[in-house]
């Protein structure tokens, strides 16, 4: 019986230890879409600024682009965290490089 409720006590771990991988796996998709979604809004008052020619309304798609951009990079970087992976110093500068070629 002592078997049993060790092997139990296991498995009760294992799964809480995957619902909880899994529940930050979404946590960090949704991040994730929050942040695209961001910058979808910033492109289309980019866009809407340069077509009416209000300087305001294109200046604050530009900052929301970047803010969307930003919250996407501190994602990735707290998710690699979190996951113990290694987010080397130059993948961190090369995708903030690609991000202002865009």
Do not use: C, W, Y
Request: net charge negative; charged share 30%.
């Amino acid at each position: 019986m002592r078997t049993f409720r060790k092997l139990g006590f296991f498995i009760v771990e294992l799964l809480t230890m995957t619902r909880e991988k899994k529940e930050k796996e979404e946590s960090g998709l949704s991040e994730n879409l929050s942040a695209v979604g961001q910058m979808i809004v910033g492109e289309i008052e980019t866009i809407g600024g340069i077509l009416t020619g209000d300087p305001v309304t294109r200046a604050e798609g530009e900052f929301n682009v970047e803010v969307g951009g930003l919250h996407q990079e501190s994602n990735k970087v707290l998710t690699s965290i979190e996951n113990n992976e290694k987010v080397s110093r130059e993948e961190l500068i090369e995708s903030s490089k690609d991000d202002s070629i865009e």
